[in-house]
């Protein structure tokens, strides 16, 4: 696994910072930094720039710092009632159509827990949690789900036989 591509790696600020100690630890077994970031899984200027990090400030300087920006304003509690209620649907949650937006998730956390956030920061919130986007499969208002299946039951089985014929 590389990180040649510019992204940032996965996993929690422990898990990084155990990779970077790891990393540091191959070097000072007398790995090449190629063959420690092979090991790691990461792009081998990471390797040279925790080692030289190092170097300068000691091992103090491979720890995790804290995310940068503002935290979010929902507990972890909070989070986890968000997500049951998202699981659950809009429709549950009061709403008359199935589809969650961001400003209806937005209005729900308002109401919920009385915290306003901004439509556009609800997408960050929604993307941390693990949702994505979805696009609302499209269906014509009248259409007749009940009638649907009786054709699909009755009539299509009789145009399939036809169709091998």
Known sequence: MSYTDGMRPSGSPQELEQRR???LALLQQGLSPVEVAQRVGVDRRSVR???????RQGQEALRAQPAPGRPTRLSAGQQRVLERALL????????PTPLWTCPRVA???QQRFGIRYHVDHVG????ALGFTPQKPA???VERDEE????WVKQQWPAIKKKRRA
């Open 21 to 23: 100690y790891r990393a």
């Open 49 to 55: 720039r925790w080692n030289s990090a190092a170097r």
């Open 88 to 95: 659950r649907g809009p429709e549950a949650a009061g709403f």
């Open 107 to 109: 209005d729900w956390i």
């Open 124 to 127: 960050r919130l929604l993307h």
């Open 138 to 140: 499209r269906r014509a």
């Open 147 to 150: 009638a649907i299946g009786q």
